[in-house]
């Protein structure tokens, strides 16, 4: 693998093509460069763009994660995409699960040791190498649509991340040492996600739980969870079936945690 990271842009006409018939992934509105492909799915949202409608960058200005994180977006290195899904807004924590198990199938393809961390990040080696962020937004129709925004790092070098992530993030490529095909990834994305989509559409998120728990690999650590205000510690038990974390506490008692960051405190190591 050489230094530098391919710069080809993605082949949209592949895309388009293979999409074509996918619930997800059918229209793709594709930009050389934006400022959030949120923020464009959102728009779209708006103007009538059906569900499955997706949004795809190649470079982010203002790319943004959870929790007011900023998103590095540089081009042509990741995937910068959003998905349009029209729902009542109470399925929306669910929904980054349920699209994090599509992410996660696809990594897989790739690399085959890739793990889900509760609530939407996928880790290699305990690193960050794609996260979810599901939003909201209410249309004129009153009809609520949530926007689903995939960020995955395929072809970043690790000195390309801002500092403070050297040690906590990757990409597809620094953990397998080849560049990778960004458009194949993407198809391989489109595909999982649609399958996914059916599947939680049939059956709700119950129909995915036993995926995403075998996907998930610190079912039984010990994990402190900061929900914003309290300070949770105790032994991970599973999801329940609207996708809250389950954990016992020391004294027996189970919290149930529907937003959060979690920090695996057993001796958790690194693996590379
Ligand atoms: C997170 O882990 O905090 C979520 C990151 C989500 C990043 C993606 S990149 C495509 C979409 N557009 C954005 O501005 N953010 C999401």
Redesign the pocket.
Known sequence: MTATPPEDPLDTQRLRRDGAALPLGHTLHYFEDTD???TRATELARQGAAEGTIVIAEA?S?????LG?T?S?PARRNL???VIIRSPAAATPEFALVLGVAVGRAIRAWAADAKLKWP??VLIGNRKVS???TEVARLDTGILAVIA???VNLNMNIDEFPTELHAKATSLAAATGAWIDRTAFTQRLLIELSNVWIKYRDGGFVALRAEWESLADWIGRTVEIDDGGERIRGQVLGLDEGGALLVRRADGSTARIEVGDVTVVDGYAPRD
Do not use: H
């Open positions: 959030s492909t949120n982010q203002k790319g943004r994660g959870r994180r998103w977006s910068y995409l959003s939407n990040d996260g979810v962020l925004g995939i960020g």
